[in-house]
């Protein structure tokens, strides 16, 4: 092989290289996209549920609604139910 056919096939390999890259970053921008998506309607569906059985929270802002949940989260007995009820979900 001469000089000028290895520099030939150098250049295409670096173009599949370049190539292989750019599909990585489409993949890789597909993945984190799905990812989004999937935490929106986790979020969505969870304050959807949220509204449901705590209506008074629709008017409050996001601030007041930490601090109502927290305020729940430390009633005596919060952990221990909620690790049972979050546990018995997981068996369904």
């Keep these: 092989m001469d000089k000028e056919s ?3 096939k150098k250049a295409h390999a670096e173009k ?3 190539q292989l ?5 489409i993949l890789l921008n597909r993945i984190r996209k799905e990812e989004r998506n999937a935490r929106t309607s ?5 304050g959807a549920i949220l509204e449901g059985v705590f209506p008074a929270v629709l ?4 601030e007041a609604i930490k601090e109502f ?7 005596p007995g919060a ?5 049972k009820t979050l546990n018995a979900g997981d068996g369904e």
């Design 79 to 83: 952990e221990e139910l909620a690790e």
């Design 16 to 18: 599949e290289i370049s």
């Design 42 to 46: 986790r979020l969505c569906h969870h």
């Design 59 to 62: 008017d409050a802002n996001g």
């Design 69 to 75: 949940l927290i305020a729940l989260s430390r009633l």
């Design 21 to 25: 890259e750019n599909r990585q970053k």
């Design 6 to 8: 290895l520099e030939a």
